[in-house]
């Protein structure tokens, strides 16, 4: 046999590994969008779950949520509060996903204080996953607690 009549990856490499990441997306998610009035800004309610405001779902799904990184530590007229990067998989390549929408952490059996946070899109960030979309997100670890 040739060595070189076949191709270093095999054909079936993009497909692979798609058990494997489906099988860690453990969060239940709900992509929010801020529209119409830009004065009538979508406001979570903590206490009762909901949001209200003007806003549209733009998508709800399985999810692999992850740190990423530290943007930093403030410290703001003696009130300390903490801003962190959070990666985000989620499984359809055109999802419609921009950025500034809102992603609210419906349910994470894995890690159920993961609820208590919205994050916040800022970006998509390439993947060799053929079978994902990366999304880097941001949490404003004060604003879980009041």
Known sequence: MNLNGRSALDPRWTTHHVPVVKSFMLATVKVI??????????????????????????????????????????????????RRLMRVQVEPKDTKINLDDMLEVIACPDDPELTAYTLEVRG??????????????????????S
Do not use: C
């Open 33 to 82: 969008r801020k529209s119409g009035d830009p004065s009538q800004t979508p406001t979570y309610n903590q206490a009762t779950q909901t949001w209200s405001g003007n806003f549209t779902v733009v998508w709800e799904g399985q999810a692999r949520i992850q740190a990423y990184g530290i943007i930093g530590d403030m410290n703001v007229a003696q009130d300390t509060t903490g």
């Open 124 to 145: 998509a960030i390439g993947s060799s996953n053929a079978w994902v979309t990366d999304l880097v997100t941001e949490a404003n670890l004060k604003a879980n607690f």
